[in-house]
Nanobody, 120 residues
Framework: QVQLVESGGGLVQAGGSLRLSCAAS????????MGWFRRAPGKEREFVAS?????????YADDSVKNRFTVSRENAKNMLYLQMNHLKPEGTAVYLC????????????WGQGTEVTVSS
């Protein structure tokens, strides 16, 4: 059974940093694109960042995220990470990791999320 479990969320002051982790189990995702999404209170889920199977290429939602966040992965451990620096209050959200299928290019597997609260 495939399972994605996020961790690393918490309460942080604006300007602070957090490192989120996503542990995948049930099968290897070394050949899949993996990504991070977030769902802020009262808002729709939105894309944050993704990384290709080799870890050599990443995509970010916008320049603000690109300049402050870094997505990475460890295929040997089936792990995905998101280093978030210079956090802003608008970054308060539940952060979820996901795996994209190769065939349909859809985000198929999802974790439950880890909550990040950024205080001003």
């Amino acid at each position: 059974q495939v399972q994605l479990v996020e961790s690393g969320g918490g309460l942080v002051q604006a300007g602070g940093s957090l490192r989120l982790s996503c542990a995948a189990s049930g099968r290897s995702f070394s050949g899949n694109v993996m990504g991070w999404f977030r769902r802020a209170p009262g808002k729709e889920r939105e894309f944050v960042a993704s990384i290709d199977s080799s870890g050599g290429s990443a995509v970010y939602a916008d320049d603000s995220v690109k300049n402050r966040f870094t997505v990475s992965r460890e295929n040997a451990k089936n792990m995905l990470y998101l280093q978030m620096n210079h956090l802003k209050p608008e970054g308060t959200a539940v952060y979820l990791c996901s795996v994209r299928t190769d065939i349909t290019k859809s985000w198929r597997y999802w974790g439950q999320g880890t909550e990040v609260t950024v205080s001003s």
